[in-house]
């Protein structure tokens, strides 16, 4: 169904079935820590087929991120920068699942604590209070 060309009245009659293949995605493609600013061979052609699908990509490579996980912010940073990225994987795929819903982080805060809630696009501060 991702890949079929429908109206929206056929997108509205097949929307209660929940079909995955309905549903928006994203790829996420595994690369080694020397590929993931560049990106390699095969990334690229998961890109090419999310491309047909108008779907989005990320690159993560899951032992960079293994490895961040045991670094403080300062190191984590300089470790990226060596990389010639500028976030985590783990980042990116947040921020392009974040753009795919269209969801936007809302901050609030006092004089005890800061908070920061997932609303969605194009909400006002009264409709995101509820």
Known sequence: ARSVEISEEEAALIKPLGLLTAKPIIYAANVSEDDLAGGNGFSEAVQAMAAKESAETVRVSAQVEAELVELGDEERG??????????????????????????RT??????????AWTIKAGMTAPQAAG
């Open 78 to 103: 300089d470790y990226l920068e060596g990389l010639g990225v500028s976030e985590g994987g783990l980042q990116s795929l947040i921020r392009a699942t974040y753009n795919l819903l269209g969801l």
């Open 106 to 115: 809302y901050f609030t805060t006092g004089e005890k604590e800061t908070r």
